[in-house]
Nanobody, 115 residues
Framework: QVQLVESGGGLVQPGGSLRLSCAAS????????MGWYRQAPGKQRELVAR???????NYGDSVKSRFTISRDNAKNTVYLQMNSLKPEDTAVYYC?????????WGQGTQVTVSS
């Protein structure tokens, strides 16, 4: 069993920045891939970014060059640095981890981009 706890969401103005954190209950060396997904009202959950245990990364097209995913193995934490935020980035952001073929999800953190 893997528990994931997100933090760092909130309200930010367009053009601003936020950093989300996802703390895992086990060593992230043992998690094949960790990622961030988001879901806006009335829309499907979509991939934002993910990082594999070899440090390779993938990004959703809408966030490339604005968001950066990273990991701190010593803290068992994955981060999502979000810059140049837009109103369309408003969503609940979920941390996801996959280990031994099982997907685990955090409870989600709200990000609202509005003036």
């Amino acid at each position: 069993q893997v528990q994931l706890v997100e933090s760092g969401g909130g309200l930010v103005q367009p053009g601003g920045s936020l950093r989300l954190s996802c703390a895992a209950s086990i060593s992230i060396f043992n998690i094949y891939v960790m990622g961030w997904y988001r879901q806006a009202p009335g829309k499907q959950r979509e991939l934002v970014a993910r990082i594999f245990n070899d440090n390779s990364t993938n990004y959703g097209d809408s966030v490339k060059s604005r968001f950066t995913i990273s990991r701190d193995n010593a803290k068992n934490t994955v981060y999502l640095q979000m810059n140049s935020l837009k109103p369309e980035d408003t969503a609940v952001y979920y941390c996801q981890g996959k280990r031994l073929g099982v997907n685990y999800w955090g409870q989600g953190t709200q990000v609202t981009v509005s003036s």
